[in-house]
């Protein structure tokens, strides 16, 4: 069905007027005053876990304790920001601290098993971002140990799980931006269940990472296919203005983000996805992200296998999806969520609201609401020529699913 947009007259006009929204009520949850957040995920007795990319922050991962104030999570695991990045022969590189945090981009919570606590899992890239001796930022390589994955007992708020990549995987230029799980036992010889981790590399090695959850091993899929490649010169529009990212001692220039939103579905058999600076979504069967290399034709059938499912109506951020198999997606030019529907093969409406400046993760809760974080990101400093253009508070809004969805509890 058409999202009904609600339209409103004022006192000058006898004109059909757009007041900016429609959907479900949309609840302020959590308000940000300090560091502006990233991604986040919501447990199911209501735990908020945020997460921070670094700069100078004090720390990357939090833990929300009221409405307007987080703490580091899990306490001694954040890295200081003095020790995030090294120099070798004057070539920045991030940590290769293999325990501590560096610089979490996403964050993803799991179900409790027969075989496993429910985890929080956490996506750390190993690249913060840095000032160059020039004073422009700049952000360093990953090396090996640096860029990883760690899972959190929520039960005991301790990491039971650590996995780290070899630089065949993890090349030192890429940044690992979203993760999704499938803990089903038959999906990987080790029965552990697998992880599926998105590499937006924006210096042109976008793909898919995979890890095997019980042995460590990971492979990669799709690196450089089209559908994964960012649209060059792509010029958004925020808040009605076209956007050219303007960053700090360098050209105008835009962003050149690639794959950045995956979802999985239900049953585990397709991965929804697509670059942030296009319009087009596009799946994969996920049994072919899945195939290792010792069939020679894992590569070329993955490839052969990508299915383009049309236009959106814009760019997308990140995705989520509900119980319902519907793909949301988030709509930073629009101010919105929209959602796919595999059962009408169309993109949707959601929800659209003026609060909603650059959504920028989002998380589905047991509760069946849809958290999404807010942080205002094409007002930052390092796409406005180190001006920083933000308003305190960032936020954390919530509203209720469509057709009682709740969190995917089948993987």
Known sequence: AIAQVTFQNSSQTILRVDNGSYGPEIEEYHYYYDQWPIGLSVSSKGRLFVCYTRGDYQFTLGEAVNKTAEVPYPAGLNLPASETNTTWHGIQFGSNNQTGLISVQALYITPATANRPETLWVLDTGRPTIMNAQGVPTMPYGQPGGPKVIGISLNNDTVYATYTFPSDVHYPDSYMNDIRFDLRSNVTSSGQGIAYIVDSSNEGRPGFIMLDLGTGDSWRRLSQDASVLRVDQDVPSYQGHPFYQNTLGSP????????????????????????????????????????????????????????????????????????????????????????????????????????????????????????????????????????????????????????????????
């Open 252 to 411: 105008i220039g835009h962003l050149q983000e690639g794959l950045d939103g995956i979802q999985l579905s239900p049953d585990g058999k397709t991965i929804y996805y697509s670059p942030l600076t296009g319009n087009y979504l596009y799946s994969v069967p996920a049994a072919n992200l899945r195939e290792r290399d010792t069939n020679p034709l894992a590569d070329q059938a993955a490839h052969n296998n990508v299915s383009n499912l049309g236009q959106r109506g814009g760019n997308a951020n990140g995705f989520e999806g509900d119980s319902n198999g519907l793909v949301y997606q988030l709509m930073p030019e629009h101010n919105a969520i929209y959602y796919y529907d595999p059962r009408d093969l169309q993109t949707h409406g959601y929800v659209r609201d003026p609060r909603i400046i650059w959504p920028d993760s989002a998380s589905i809760g047991a509760d069946g609401y849809f958290y999404m974080n807010i942080n205002q990101l094409p007002y930052q400093p390092m796409w406005n020529g180190g001006v920083d253009l933000r308003m305190h508070p960032g936020a954390v809004l919530r509203c209720k699913l469509l057709g009682n969805g709740t969190k995917i509890s089948t993987l």
